[in-house]
């Protein structure tokens, strides 16, 4: 069996095709919707997820804002940016990227985001709305997975979801949202017994745990819908030929680049059990960042009706 490639690009571009309109619609009646992105001191990988989501604001035709505050930053110092970008009416969404230095509390900082800008969906208002199912902003990760398996038709009601990993970004929102659709969700993490059995009753299995290759054929029931959230960098060639026994261009490919990205599913008996499978790359990343222009242009419409239902207030 072959599984049906669950393609994240193509899911991308049509989400980002649909915001496109609301973006002119919204510039036209009002103003265009404005993103800020914090990025505090320069680690790399955040420094790589930053300039793709200003990019994709830019392809957009939202505004977006980057700041950029040093290392140094104290909690004070961070709550007074964020107080600013809250009363700044050009601005509808804030995104703090992860993780802070360690002498910034990321708790109060989270706290201190207007929950109507809270386009990551992290602010502990939103997720209670995600709780009791009622509208606000969501999770990014998990609500692209949600849109991934309606726009593939997978059916969700009624079926068995299995998601590995519990984080308040991912595993968490994924169980909730799984849930809202109806599924019978279980959740799994490192202190789950036998979890290849509890995997294998998954009608949609969703893999968020960030260790590469552990979701082998076993865990797989034959034709499920797999998810492969995880994101890991391979860079041990003795673990490469034991994943990659019938792939030798990717043993070349680790010895050139230095690293291979997998996801948490098995490569190869991964796409072999499942009926359907998102690749890594190519599968759940893209739909990230779909999801937050989706977030930020949901959340210039919410202002832009609550101005329009209270035009006295400024
Ligand atoms: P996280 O906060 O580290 O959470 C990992 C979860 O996996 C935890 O709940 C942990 O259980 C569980 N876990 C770890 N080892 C396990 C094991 N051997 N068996 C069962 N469960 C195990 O990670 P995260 O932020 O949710 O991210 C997960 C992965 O998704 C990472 O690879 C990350 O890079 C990737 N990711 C990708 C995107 C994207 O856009 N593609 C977005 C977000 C994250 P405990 O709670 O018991 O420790």
Known sequence: MSAQILDGKSVRDSILAELKPRVEALAAKHRRPGLAVVLVGDNPASEIYVRSKVKACGELGIFSERLTPPDSITTEEMLAIVEDLNRRPEIDGILVQMPLPAQVDARRILLAISPEK??????????GCLV????????????????????????????RAVVIGRSDIVGKPMA???????????????????????????????????????????????????????????????????IYTRQPEKLRQLA????ILLGDVHPIEGPEMAGAITPVPGGVGPLTIAMLMSNTVRAAERRLEAREAAPCSS
Do not use: Q
């Open 118 to 127: 809270d386009v990551d969906g992290f602010h502990p208002y939103n997720v």
């Open 132 to 159: 009791a199912n009622s509208p606000a902003p969501r999770a990014c990760t998990p609500a692209g997975i949600i849109e991934l398996l309606k726009r593939y038709r997978v059916p969700i009601a009624g079926r």
């Open 176 to 242: 909730l949202l799984l849930l809202h659709e109806n599924a019978t969700v279980t959740i799994c993490h490192s202190k789950t017994p036998d979890l290849a059995a509890e995997c294998r009753r998954a009608d949609i299995l969703v893999a968020a745990i960030g260790r590469a290759a552990l979701v082998t054929g076993e865990f797989i029931k034959p034709g499920a819908a797999v998810i492969d959230v995880g994101m890991n960098r391979l860079t041990r060639r003795e673990e490469a030929e034991r």
């Open 256 to 259: 050139e680049k230095g690293s």
